[in-house]
């Protein structure tokens, strides 16, 4: 039996349409990247890397590349997927709300870490590892309850149309 994050709060997996399991299917990849930049930024964190300077180097560009994935997936979320929702629950309070918001934290942390380090400061090494590392809580976090909340709802709300349209305009976003 594979795991599901919604098995932690008692939701039963519901079966995806396609555009919704795809838009699912993506956070797999995501998951394993962020994963990856969350422990070379706490090695830097925690002092493990002998060179500091080297190292956020390193991250930086394994940031801009997760960045290159994350982006087209955050665009059908947030050019699709969250307009049909609107329509149906709103966008003032409840899940768009906070999947916008959770969307616009983890971009401003990622965003502020890579402007911080266009030049890189040893001393400040913890507070700019600490972008990435608060980046993959939010993402992580963001991700579950798309996967045990907003998805599931939209396969409940969006018509059969609307699951078409939903196909043809996320498959229109490359990347």
Do not use: W
Request: net charge negative.
């Amino acid at each position: 039996m594979d795991f599901s994050p919604c098995s932690l709060i008692g939701h039963e997996p519901v079966s995806l349409c396609p555009p919704l399991q795809r838009l699912k299917d993506e956070h797999g990849p995501l998951n394993e990247e962020k994963y990856a930049l969350f422990v070379a930024a706490k090695g830097i964190y925690d002092g493990k890397e002998e060179d500091v300077v080297q190292a956020l180097i390193r991250l930086r560009e394994k940031v801009q590349q997760f960045l290159q994935e994350l982006d087209p997936h955050s665009r059908r979320e947030e050019d699709v997927l969250f307009p049909m929702m609107v329509r149906y629950i709103g966008r003032e309070s409840g899940p768009i709300a906070v999947m916008e918001y959770e969307h616009h934290e983890a971009k401003e942390n990622i965003s502020t870490f890579l402007k911080k380090t266009e030049t890189i400061d040893i001393h400040e090494a913890r507070e700019l590892a600490s972008y990435v590392m608060n980046a993959y809580m939010i993402l992580t976090d963001h991700f579950t309850k798309e996967e045990c909340v907003l998805f599931p709802m939209a396969e409940k709300l969006l018509s059969s149309e609307e699951k078409e349209e939903l196909a043809k305009k996320i498959n229109e976003i490359e990347g």
